[in-house]
Every structure is written in structure tokens, then in C-alpha cells.
């Protein structure tokens, strides 16, 4: 016996509706992990960043000895956002620099030996952070992708109106594994909200913590000045860093 075309329509519109509901949750969790594992990379380059470039850096404004001098010389870097983090650690010596890293250079002046030191700080700060600069970019132009295929899936599919489809379809157990405990009907209120995918944005989510330092030979004039200033403020002190320790 033929089926009546209400039965078939009705079947054909709750299997339609089922393969849109899977295919929505099983592109937007593709997504939510591609995100999550994005957000943990820049994570990674972020600790990477902080225990082999800041160090120098700090290192540098520990040697300066002024907060003034300090201050100075992450403006001319271009880095005076980083003052917060290395302001606690202006009086007390870290040892996250290897020893050949904190190693006193060679001169005949305490002025000189002063000069070299802070160089040499800053073009070992260079070189890691121009090498873990290349990683970032490669990360970025992931986030890039990223952003555009969620645009891309957002403008394909309304949230309300998966949602509302979800609640629609009456058989919810065939959608548990997609959905899991989000076909419970009373859950579908309040999970709009919850499920949106935010877009990562390359700039400011978790803080630009990693910009080009600029290469020494653009601010060693400036530079020299301020240790000038620097050496004559704080001579003394800036001698008993010099100390072998």
C-alpha cells in the first residue's frame, strides 16, 4: 500500500531538517576546535616570547637602574605598552638569562663595558624575537583563514533558526550525538547566546604581545645618548652591576 503524500512529506522534511542540524553542529565544531587550537598556539608564542625576549629587555632596564632611564628606552623601541611588566622587576635580578647572556663584555672603560652590555642584550632580543617572528605571521595568516571561513559559515546559517529547526524536529535522540545534551528542549533558550563563535582578532585578543624590535642600527644613536645620561645619573650603581658576581 502507497504511503500518503502527507506521510512522505513529512518524513522527507524531518530528514531535510536533521541533515541541516548535523551539518551546521558538525561544521561549527570543526570550527570551535580549529579555533581553540589557535587560541593555545598564540598562548604558546606568547610564553615563548615572554621567558626569551622579555628577559633581555628587562635585563636592559635593570642596568639603566633608572625608571626614568627605563621608560626611555621602551619608547624608543616602540614598546612602552611592556612598562607594567617590567617595572616589578626592576630591583630584583631574574635568572631567566643564561650566564654567557649576562656575561660582562670586555672594554677598558666601565662605560664602555656598560655600552657593550646593553648591545649586546638587545641584539640577542632582536635575534629571538625576529626568529619567533616569522612563527607569528605564519599564525596570523591562520587567524586570517580562520576568520574568514566562520564569516563564511555565519552568513550560510542563522543560530536562531538552527536552533529553532532543532526544537522543531520531533525525534531529538537522533541529534544527541551532534548535540549531546543540548537537545533538551529547555536548554535550546539559553544556548543561542552561548554558542556564538567569536572571531579571533589578530590584533588585540590577548594583547599584541609581539611586535618587530627595530633593528639596532636604527636607534643606536639615541640609544648611545641615554646611556650617556643614564651612566652620568647613575654611575655608581650602574658600576655594581658591572661587578662579577
Known amino acids: 500500500m502507497t504511503p500518503p ?25 570543526a570550527l570551535e576546535e580549529e579555533r581553540e587550537d589557535l ?5 604558546k608564542l606568547e610564553e615563548v616570547w615572554t ?14 637602574v ?19 611588566r617590567v617595572q616589578p622587576d626592576l630591583k630584583s635580578p631574574s635568572d631567566d638569562l643564561s ?21 649586546s642584550l638587545y641584539q640577542s632580543a632582536k635575534i629571538k624575537e625576529d626568529a619567533l617572528w616569522n612563527t607569528f605571521r605564519s599564525h596570523q595568516k591562520k587567524v586570517g583563514l580562520f576568520n574568514e571561513d566562520l564569516a563564511q559559515f555565519t552568513s550560510c546559517y542563522n543560530l536562531s533558526d538552527i536552533l529553532s529547526l532543532v526544537h522543531s ?13 543540548n537537545s533538551d528542549p529547555r536548554a535550546i533558550p539559553l544556548l543561542e547566546e552561548k554558542m556564538i563563535l ?11 604581545f609581539l611586535r618587530p624590535l627595530p633593528p639596532l642600527k636604527e636607534i643606536q644613536s639615541p640609544l648611545k645618548l641615554l646611556l650617556d645620561l643614564a651612566f652620568q645619573t647613575h654611575c655608581s650603581e650602574i658600576k655594581k652591576k658591572l661587578q662579577p658576581i
Do not use: M, W
Not at 7 to 28: H, M, P, W
Not at 52 to 64: A, D, E, N, S
Not at 199 to 205: K, L, Y
Open 66 to 84: 633608572g625608571q626614568g632611564e627605563s621608560q626611555a628606552f621602551l619608547k624608543l623601541i616602540q614598546r612602552e605598552d611592556l612598562l607594567p
Open 51 to 64: 621567558r626569551g625576549v622579555l628577559p633581555h629587555l628587562i635585563r636592559i632596564c635593570q642596568t639603566l
Open 39 to 43: 587560541l593555545r598556539e598564540r598562548k
Open 198 to 208: 567569536k572571531s579571533i582578532d589578530p590584533g588585540r585578543e590577548e594583547g599584541a
Open 99 to 119: 650566564p654567557a647572556e649576562c656575561a660582562i663584555p670586555f672594554a677598558l672603560t666601565a662605560k664602555g663595558k656598560f655600552k657593550k652590555l646593553v648591545f
Open 5 to 29: 503524500v502527507k506521510d512522505i512529506s513529512a518524513a522527507l522534511a524531518y530528514q531535510v531538517k536533521k541533515e541541516i542540524a548535523e551539518n551546521y553542529f558538525g561544521t561549527r565544531k
Open 169 to 181: 524536529v520531533e525525534n531529538r535522540d537522533d541529534l544527541r550525538g551532534v548535540l549531546g545534551e
